[in-house]
């Protein structure tokens, strides 16, 4: 039996056990997967604690820094991120830092068979998990990613940031009316059920596809703003989720789950 398990605080309500038990039933690993409730201000001792026999872990809100930050290794999407939200014990005992969530968004964003390579993708947010999936992002070769935020300088700097890995622009919600293809919620607005003050010409009608990251069981306030403003298509973040998973799996046990039946399950259960 290997032990497994996420991070987070709070963490009860995550759907992360779930998922990777239904991964080790579908793929038949002996693990086990709980949620590890840290302390605020415990978290490099959970971790020491854990990793006694633990031998990987997810890290969710609000870790993903510090987790970063204890790392021994980090991959080079974790770098780029800044964030780890996934942790894997070595042979030699160190800790392999990795972040999935970007991969877990561009291979939702594949599964629906949304072609990234060449497009315009306006991104809505400048924080954590906008950083968090720019690199993996930027590696399926779009013409442009445009980073939107209420406060500008924090987009001009991750755009700066990450220049070297393709062309990359930033903009103020009220600098921007040109329609583009693929437009990606990351702002917490969604959270607090809010929009950013988005012109009306962005979405091509039956054209531009919508993706936020957030997920709820009723379409999230962006996409029903998508949808009025007749998207072509309008996908939630409940598919990254699944997917950020399936791709922590894979680094843990070099097996890589089936992710469709796991998300169909999630669905039915919002
Ligand atoms: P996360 O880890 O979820 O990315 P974060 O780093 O605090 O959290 O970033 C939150 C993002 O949502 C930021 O881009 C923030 O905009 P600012 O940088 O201008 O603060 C954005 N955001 C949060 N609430 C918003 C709202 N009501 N309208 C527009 N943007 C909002």
Redesign the pocket.
């Known amino acids: 039996m290997k032990y497994y398990g996420v991070f987070g605080n709070p963490i009860a309500h995550s759907k992360s056990p779930l998922i990777h038990r239904l991964f080790a039933e579908q793929t038949s690993q002996q693990i086990s997967y709980e949620p590890l409730l840290a302390a605020l201000d415990g978290f490099p001792e959970a971790v020491a604690q854990f990793f006694s026999n633990g031998s990987g872990a997810n890290v969710t ?1 609000p870790f ?1 820094e510090q987790a970063f930050a204890l790392a021994d290794q980090l991959s080079q999407r974790a770098q780029r991120a800044k964030a780890v939200n996934t942790l894997k014990k070595l042979s030699d005992g160190s800790l392999l830092g990795d972040n999935t969530d970007g991969a877990g968004l561009v291979n939702d964003l594949l599964n629906n068979n949304v072609v990234l390579a060449g497009k315009k993708i306006l991104i ?9 999936v720019l690199e993996p992002l930027l590696a399926q070769g779009p013409a442009e990613v445009c980073i939107a ?3 500008v300088e ?2 001009e700097q991750l755009a700066r940031e990450f220049a070297d890995l393709g062309h990359m622009t930033a903009a103020g ?1 009220d600098w921007i009316d040109a329609p583009v293809d693929i437009i990606i919620n ?4 969604s ?2 059920g ?4 988005l012109a009306n010409t962005l979405v091509k009608a039956d054209h531009t596809v919508c993706y936020d990251m957030m997920y709820s069981k009723q379409a999230t306030v962006f996409n029903q703003w998508a949808q009025q403003q007749g998207a072509a298509r309008t996908l939630d973040g409940l598919g990254m989720l699944v997917e950020q998973a399936a791709e922590a799996f894979y680094l843990w046990t070099a097996v890589r789950p089936n992710p469709a039946p796991v998300l169909q399950q999630l669905r039915a259960q919002l």
């Open positions: 809100v993903k809505l947010g400048a924080g954590g998990a906008v950083r968090g935020n209420r406060t924090k987009a919600y990351g702002t917490s607005a959270l607090s809010e929009l950013p003050p």
